[in-house]
């Protein structure tokens, strides 16, 4: 069974910083690229980032490119994303999702997703 | 980066009903050189995350149930259930991943009447 379990939200200043981390097992983590969504309160959803199999390769979306850092380690089977210079509008829930794979290229397909870790940035 | 555009915002439906929601795309999703359209939907309940239920616009996820269908092609598609039931009420997502950003619809809510 495919699980993804995001860790390490909390309340966090404007300007400061947090790692969010997401642990994956029942699939071979180093055969997918994953991503970073996010659903402010009460919003809609948001892609963040994506990382390659190797971690290679990055992108970003507009709103938190320079200031987040998605990485991975395929030996932990374990996503991240570093998040640098938070403002208020990062607040949000945070899910860790798998990009679909039956493709013969890569798409922002997300075939499941992680229950989400909450992020509040507020003095 | 592209525009997704969900209509209605909320329905409000009863057991049994059927129910159609709508998503349009500012550009097409249709790409020539292998007929596919590049739109997902995505069901979120209550309090929990995502979860996909159709890809490339028509095909629906490994256990699915029936009563969901997608439809449509290039800016215009429509997700169907064809007889709603009380576990389906949610929040339905449409996602084109047809370009960098992927960019989602602001959601259909479904509500009991």
């Known amino acids: 069974e495919v699980q993804l379990v995001e860790s390490g939200g909390g309340l966090v200043q404007p300007g400061r910083s947090m790692k969010l981390s997401c642990a994956a097992s029942g699939f071979t983590f180093s055969d997918y690229y994953m991503a970073w969504v996010r659903q402010a309160p009460k919003k809609g959803l948001e892609w963040v980032a994506s990382?390659?199999?190797?971690?290679?390769?990055?992108y970003y979306g507009d709103s938190v490119k320079g200031r987040f850092t998605i990485s991975r380690d395929n030996a932990k089977s374990t996503l991240y994303l570093q998040m640098n210079s938070l403002r208020s509008e990062d607040t949000a829930t945070y899910y860790c999702?798998?990009?679909?794979?039956?493709?013969?290229?890569?798409?922002?397909?997300?075939?499941?997703w992680g229950q989400g870790v909450m992020v509040t940035v507020s003095s | 980066d592209i525009v997704m555009t969900q209509t209605p915002s909320s329905q409000a439906v009863s057991a049994g009903e059927k129910v159609t929601m709508s998503c349009k795309s500012s550009?097409?999703?249709?790409?020539?050189?292998?007929?596919?359209?590049?739109l997902a939907w995505y069901q979120q309940k209550p309090g929990q995350s995502p979860k996909l239920l159709i890809s490339w616009a028509s095909t629906r996820e490994s256990g699915v149930p029936d009563r969901f269908i997608g439809s449509g092609s290039g800016t215009d598609f429509t997700l169907t259930i064809s007889s709603v039931q009380a576990e389906d009420l949610a929040v339905y997502y449409c996602e084109q991943y047809y370009d960098t950003p992927p960019t989602f619809g602001g959601g259909t809510k479904l509500e009991l009447k």
């Open positions: 999702a798998r990009h679909f794979s039956g493709s013969t290229t890569v798409v922002t397909l997300f075939d499941y």
């Open positions: 990382i390659s199999y190797e971690g290679s390769s990055t």
């Open positions: 550009q097409s999703l249709l790409y020539s050189e292998n007929k596919k359209n590049y």
